[in-house]
């Protein structure tokens, strides 16, 4: 079907006819040798936004993600995260693989995180007990429906980790749309973190890319590591243009496709089926009570040109972004309550 709406995502997008010129456009160099002049701006405006001395561009989340925890937690010590948490979900046990790091989990509860949970689950130093080197967060959170950790939860994690003298890590694959939804500004969020990650190819449309941000020490050290797993690139200014654009044009918007899922999980609501409040683009199926599974829904909505996000035997998404029109949510709408209802 040749006008299908693909709500699997905000991965999905294209670049836009600007994006494609900034990109066709840019002054390059070779980046292992630190001689890409984009990649640097890239680097250095990204740093500055979040109020840290660095950053590092890196392929991927995942690439980046675990580069900042090899440079936080040694191996044989142990991360603490949600039991849904993407560093531990959807990479591949990189952590462990990579970087000889064990990790112990709080249930998953979304964005909505007890700091005294994570409190209670800090091991010292000592009695031969694995130690707690690092706590990290998801912000927004992916399989939390794209919930906003609240700007007093991360401060009261902030004082756990100080207190356990402990590091504090952000995957901020979606720290953008946190921003927009909560009025939180980076340099906020920046300053709660000892590292942080932050990808380009979600909601802003960038077709690759993230960077890993914090101390410069610790970021020149990540160059290393990004080397060793095979990120090292070459005249990667051409991507790194798109990620300027996007950083430039693509972070406000993020407000639209928030008013886009609110639509969708409006007309929802009455099926039951929704599995939390929507504060974001991404818009959390639950279909333990309805009268089909996930895999039946989607392939339901693909036979009408809808795209859906497998997740689970009863969960599924759907997310919004930057090529989903509102014409296009109307049509969502239709399909998704017709199939609801049916």
């Not at 998953?108 to 209670?120: F, R, Y």
């Amino acid at each position: 079907m040749a006008d299908l709406i693909d709500l699997r995502s905000d991965t999905v997008t294209r670049p836009t006819a600007a994006m494609r010129q900034a990109m066709a456009d840019a002054d390059v160099g070779d980046d292992v040798y630190g001689e890409d002049p984009t990649v640097r701006a890239l680097e250095a405006e990204v740093a500055a936004m979040f109020g840290h001395e660095a950053a590092l561009f890196c392929p991927s989340g995942s690439m980046a993600n675990q580069i900042a925890l090899q440079l936080l937690v040694p191996p044989g010590a142990e991360l603490l995260c949600d039991a849904d948490a993407h560093v531990v979900t959807y990479e591949m046990g990189a952590a462990a693989a990579y970087g000889g790091i064990t990790s112990r989990t709080w249930p998953p509860v979304g964005a909505q995180v007890d700091a005294d949970v994570v409190a209670g689950m800090v091991r010292p130093d000592g009695f031969w007990a694995v130690p707690t080197r690092a706590i990290a967060v998801e912000q927004t959170h992916n399989r939390g429906g794209g919930g906003v950790i609240p700007l007093d939860t991360l401060r009261e994690l902030r004082r756990v980790a100080d207190a356990g003298q402990l590091a504090l890590h952000c995957d901020g694959a979606r720290i953008w749309h946190a921003h927009v939804a909560d009025g939180v500004p980076l340099a906020t969020y920046g300053a709660l973190f000892d590292s942080l990650s932050v990808c380009l190819s979600k909601g802003l449309g960038a077709p690759v890319g993230s960077l890993v941000v914090g101390a410069s020490d610790r970021v020149e050290q990540a160059r290393v590591i990004r080397k060793r797993m095979g990120g090292g690139m070459r005249q990667v200014g051409i991507l790194a243009a798109a990620g300027r654009h996007a950083l430039t044009h693509h972070v406000d918007r993020l407000a639209e496709d928030h008013a886009k899922a609110a639509r969708l999980a409006e007309a929802i609501v009455p099926f039951g089926v929704l599995a939390t409040a929507v504060r974001t683009n991404i818009v959390p199926l639950d279909l333990t009570k309805a009268a089909f599974d996930a895999p039946a829904l989607a392939a339901a909505a693909r036979a009408e040109g809808v795209l859906v996000s497998v997740l689970g035997p009863r969960t599924a998404r759907l997310v919004t972004h930057l090529n989903v029109t509102d014409a296009q949510i109307d049509r969502a709408v239709a399909t998704l309550t017709r199939i609801l209802r049916d």
